[in-house]
């Protein structure tokens, strides 16, 4: 299970957000150190930075090739909340426009097919979205537009619903929505606008479908996601799918006839399995969706569909081990849009695919891979055949878009650099577009990051990036922090990790390995702790530390684990294990697996790896580190959110009341109101200042192990 598929390090926000090789030193190395610059005009990273740096996103070109469009996220401290806003940069460089106000938060933006417009999500003057204005709280998401020639930004739906999702049908004259179906409060709502400011009144959650809860969404009902269209003319929307299923990912079919989206449609009931099949309904049914084209019919989760030019074709994701789910490698395939025989492309490369879209010659299938500690840009002939890597290299390839010229626009980030927009021009060189970050990271002495080799215990080669305190000199042992990342199918990659980055600013060693069950490194790599967490992984995350501590880096007698989601579960089982660790810090971690079944969102990914609990109770038992609680030693710190459906509470209070009654050095810090991924800016800051107080107490044996301002027992 993915308990948090965008969890590598501590913190969830998106901001910050190696196969065979020799057991030898790095293979790249970013940053600044004792052989780098080390001028005193330069400074050293703080928690503050993580306010003043961008996350730029969602690359879109523009129909002529002449523009890229791109998000761009920040966390505003002071009013304790998170902006996204607007811009576009010319393709061929130049400086970049703001397209949406600063305190109007937008996103998802999408160029009309006649590059007219430029239609955008927001919730403007509401609370509705993603950092928004939380005084108002009556504003739904829904379509903006600007019109190129000028002017002010218009609403163009208006629906009782949030729209979640949107894309232009080609002719620009319509648009297909992905709306959830309303609630009773919406209907009335709808019906009586004049009385916004009357409170409904709560009702209680009837609950009648198996899988029946999720992180932020919470308590599940059978409100279902489905399509509809919208007239830009006459704002007429019509609903084209319908039934007791989920419907997202819509994609136009270049005649503006047919609608691509992936769904759920297995009987007696799709919340018993992950599979996923691509299906293509009539642009203009009037029936609801009742007549559909079954395009794919893998037994795995299929997603991301993209029509060839031509319209014959219909390109997606495809996993072919369905009851392997998330340890299935994520593949590339293509069908027949009527639907037909499905040709994979991408098994000879055996790493997982994402995003496929065709060039607009149809020639080739583009795609972003998951491979060795990185995420390149790749592409596949349609028909099949070798696989070209346009943007390789040790990069982090976030998001692209392609131009109607060949084009390509990409985020692409770095070790040493949060993600910045890059083009590539046909034929031409990859050029950096945007400088978002650059103002704050010039001002910041990095610490070199290696991307190391080293032998597991049953001599598996595991590889894993290691950050040098900043100012490291040879010969010098440092403290030294062990952050398994989440996932578990997941991994660190080449890009500019914040949490590594500030603990290797405050003296740390810093170790992000990718042991075996993490994604980038083959199937068989991937799977091989199916079932079996907290065995190879453990060894494959000591076998770093002992790495480390045979180059001389890391102090054995200063060392610290911590993580986030499964990476707070393998802290977890790592201190059952062993007490070479100073401290720990168990972020949103798991302990006594049974109290997870039919509380979090897992239930079908439990039974799939480890079985019914009352069927299959002594696995459960087996690998759950409540088990072996009396063997932990070592001072540990446990943070969650209280409204987190992911990994619930329960499990640190769990947690904290054993080590407590155990007479274990433990704290419990309750985050409310927080789900999984933490948002709220002044949690964020409080989260990255304990760290380094616990840390800093028990793995230096400095200061005290809380803020000085708390009065709280150790």
């Given at each position: 299970?993915?308990?948090?598929?965008?969890?590598?390090?501590?913190?969830?926000v998106?901001i910050?957000?190696?196969a065979?090789?020799?057991?030898a030193?790095?293979?790249?190395?970013?940053?600044?150190g004792?052989g780098?610059?080390?001028?005193a005009?330069?400074?050293?990273?703080?928690?503050?930075?993580?306010?003043?740096l961008?996350?730029?996103?969602?690359?879109?070109?523009?129909?002529?090739?002449k523009?890229?469009?791109?998000?761009v996220?920040?966390?505003?401290?002071?009013?304790?909340k998170?902006?996204?806003?607007?811009w576009?940069?010319?393709?061929?460089?130049?400086?970049?426009?703001p397209?949406?106000?600063e305190k109007?938060?937008?996103?998802?933006?999408?160029?009309s097919?006649d590059?007219?417009?430029?239609a955008?999500?927001?919730?403007?003057?509401?609370?509705?979205g993603?950092?928004?204005d939380?005084d108002a709280d009556?504003?739904?998401?829904q379509?903006?537009?600007?019109n190129?020639?000028?002017?002010?930004?218009?609403q163009?739906?208006e629906?009782?619903?949030?729209?979640?999702?949107?894309a232009?049908a080609?002719?620009?004259?319509?648009?297909v929505?992905e709306?959830?179906?309303?609630?009773?409060e919406?209907?009335?709502?709808?019906?009586k606008k004049?009385?916004?400011k009357?409170k409904?009144?709560?009702?209680p959650?009837?609950?009648?479908?198996l899988?029946?809860k999720?992180?932020?969404?919470?308590?599940?009902?059978?409100r279902?996601?489905h399509?509809y269209?919208?007239?830009i003319a006459?704002?007429?929307?019509t609903?084209?799918?319908?039934?007791d299923y989920?419907d997202?990912?819509?994609a136009?079919?270049?005649d503006?006839?047919?609608i691509?989206?992936?769904?759920?449609?297995?009987?007696?009931d799709?919340?018993?399995?992950?599979n996923?099949?691509?299906?293509?309904?009539?642009?203009?049914?009037?029936?609801?969706?009742?007549?559909?084209?079954?395009?794919?019919?893998?037994?795995?989760?299929?997603?991301s569909?993209?029509?060839?030019?031509?319209g014959?074709?219909?390109a997606?994701?495809?996993?072919?081990?369905?009851?392997?789910?998330?340890?299935?490698?994520?593949q590339?395939?293509?069908?027949?849009?009527?639907g037909?025989?499905?040709?994979?492309?991408?098994?000879?490369l055996?790493?997982?695919?994402?995003?496929?879209?065709?060039?607009?010659d149809?020639?080739?299938?583009?795609?972003i891979a998951?491979?060795d500690?990185?995420?390149?840009?790749?592409?596949?002939?349609?028909?099949?055949?070798?696989?070209?890597r346009p943007i390789?290299?040790?990069?982090?390839v976030?998001?692209?878009?392609?131009?109607k010229?060949?084009?390509?626009?990409?985020?692409?980030?770095?070790?040493?650099h949060?993600?910045?927009?890059y083009?590539?021009p046909?034929?031409?060189?990859l050029?950096?577009?945007?400088?978002?970050?650059?103002?704050?990271?010039t001002?910041?002495?990095?610490?070199e990051?290696?991307?190391?080799?080293?032998?597991?215990k049953?001599?598996?080669?595991?590889?894993?990036?290691?950050?040098?305190p900043?100012?490291?000199?040879?010969?010098?042992k440092y403290?030294?922090?062990l952050r398994?990342?989440?996932?578990p199918v997941?991994?660190?990659?080449?890009?500019?990790?914040?949490?590594?980055?500030?603990?290797?600013?405050?003296?740390?060693?810093?170790?992000?390995?990718?042991?075996r069950?993490?994604?980038?490194?083959?199937?068989?790599?991937?799977?091989?702790?199916f079932?079996d967490?907290?065995?190879k992984?453990?060894?494959?995350?000591?076998?770093?530390?002992d790495?480390?501590v045979?180059?001389?880096?890391?102090?054995?007698?200063k060392l610290?684990?911590?993580?986030?989601?499964?990476?707070?579960?393998?802290?977890n089982?790592?201190?059952?294990?062993?007490?070479?660790f100073?401290?720990?810090?168990?972020g949103?971690?798991e302990f006594?697996?049974?109290?997870?079944?039919?509380?979090?969102?897992?239930?079908?990914?439990?039974?799939?790896?480890l079985?019914l609990?009352?069927?299959?109770?002594?696995?459960?038992?087996k690998?759950?580190?409540?088990n072996r609680v009396?063997?932990?030693k070592?001072p540990?710190?446990?943070?969650?959110?209280?409204?987190?459906?992911?990994?619930p509470?329960?499990?640190g209070e769990?947690?904290?009341?054993?080590l407590?009654r155990?007479?274990?050095?433990?704290?419990?810090?309750?985050?409310?109101?927080e789900?999984?991924?933490?948002?709220?800016?002044?949690?964020?800051?409080?989260?990255?200042?304990r760290?380094?107080?616990?840390?800093?107490?028990?793995?230096?044996?400095e200061?005290?192990?809380i803020?000085?301002d708390?009065?709280?027992?150790?």
């Amino acid at each position: 299970m993915n308990f948090c598929k965008f969890c590598a390090g501590i913190v969830a926000v998106a901001i910050f957000t190696g196969a065979a090789g020799a057991q030898a030193p790095a293979v790249a190395t970013a940053g600044t150190g004792a052989g780098g610059d080390t001028s005193a005009a330069k400074r050293v990273l703080s928690v503050d930075d993580y306010f003043r740096l961008k996350e730029l996103e969602d690359p879109r070109i523009s129909p002529d090739s002449k523009w890229v469009s791109y998000t761009v996220k920040s966390a505003n401290l002071k009013e304790d909340k998170n902006e996204e806003r607007i811009w576009m940069v010319p393709a061929s460089g130049g400086a970049a426009i703001p397209l949406t106000a600063e305190k109007s938060s937008s996103s998802h933006a999408r160029w009309s097919p006649d590059g007219k417009y430029l239609a955008f999500l927001s919730s403007r003057g509401g609370g509705g979205g993603e950092g928004g204005d939380t005084d108002a709280d009556d504003s739904k998401t829904q379509v903006w537009i600007l019109n190129r020639e000028g002017g002010e930004a218009t609403q163009l739906t208006e629906s009782a619903q949030e729209v979640k999702n949107f894309a232009w049908a080609p002719a620009s004259d319509r648009l297909v929505l992905e709306l959830q179906d309303p609630s009773p409060e919406e209907i009335a709502g709808a019906k009586k606008k004049d009385d916004s400011k009357a409170k409904p009144k709560p009702r209680p959650w009837v609950i009648d479908r198996l899988h029946f809860k999720e992180d932020e969404p919470g308590y599940l009902n059978r409100r279902r996601t489905h399509l509809y269209v919208f007239g830009i003319a006459d704002h007429k929307v019509t609903q084209i799918t319908s039934g007791d299923y989920d419907d997202s990912g819509p994609a136009w079919s270049p005649d503006g006839t047919k609608i691509a989206f992936a769904s759920n449609r297995t009987s007696p009931d799709p919340d018993l399995n992950f599979n996923e099949d691509i299906w293509v309904v009539d642009a203009n049914n009037s029936d609801q969706g009742k007549s559909l084209v079954h395009v794919t019919t893998n037994e795995g989760a299929e997603d991301s569909p993209a029509w060839s030019p031509d319209g014959k074709w219909i390109a997606y994701t495809t996993q072919l081990e369905a009851k392997l789910f998330d340890y299935s490698t994520i593949q590339i395939a293509v069908s027949p849009a009527t639907g037909g025989e499905a040709k994979v492309l991408t098994r000879s490369l055996d790493r997982n695919s994402t995003i496929p879209k065709f060039s607009a010659d149809g020639k080739w299938i583009y795609f972003i891979a998951d491979d060795d500690g990185t995420q390149n840009l790749l592409r596949v002939p349609a028909e099949g055949g070798a696989i070209e890597r346009p943007i390789g290299g040790r990069k982090m390839v976030q998001g692209y878009s392609l131009g109607k010229d060949g084009s390509v626009a990409a985020m692409i980030a770095e070790l040493s650099h949060l993600a910045e927009l890059y083009g590539l021009p046909p034929g031409g060189e990859l050029k950096k577009l945007t400088t978002t970050n650059d103002a704050v990271m010039t001002e910041l002495r990095l610490p070199e990051v290696e991307y190391v080799h080293f032998k597991s215990k049953d001599g598996t080669t595991v590889a894993g990036y290691l950050y040098k305190p900043v100012g490291y000199q040879a010969g010098t042992k440092y403290p030294t922090l062990l952050r398994p990342h989440g996932g578990p199918v997941w991994a660190y990659y080449a890009e500019f990790e914040f949490d590594a980055q500030l603990f290797a600013a405050n003296g740390y060693a810093v170790l992000t390995p990718n042991p075996r069950g993490s994604s980038g490194y083959g199937h068989d790599y991937c799977k091989a702790i199916f079932a079996d967490w907290g065995h190879k992984d453990f060894e494959d995350d000591m076998a770093m530390v002992d790495y480390a501590v045979a180059q001389g880096i890391a102090d054995p007698g200063k060392l610290g684990v911590g993580g986030w989601s499964y990476g707070g579960i393998s802290t977890n089982f790592i201190i059952t294990q062993t007490t070479r660790f100073k401290a720990a810090i168990s972020g949103a971690g798991e302990f006594l697996y049974i109290t997870n079944w039919g509380h979090d969102l897992y239930s079908r990914g439990w039974e799939y790896e480890l079985g019914l609990p009352w069927e299959n109770r002594a696995l459960w038992e087996k690998i759950s580190p409540f088990n072996r609680v009396t063997a932990i030693k070592t001072p540990t710190m446990i943070m969650g959110g209280d409204a987190d459906a992911n990994v619930p509470l329960i499990n640190g209070e769990q947690m904290y009341q054993s080590l407590k009654r155990l007479g274990v050095p433990t704290l419990l810090v309750v985050y409310p109101g927080e789900f999984h991924e933490f948002t709220r800016p002044t949690f964020i800051k409080d989260r990255y200042e304990r760290d380094l107080f616990w840390y800093g107490h028990y793995v230096k044996g400095e200061g005290p192990s809380i803020p000085p301002d708390e009065k709280a027992a150790d």
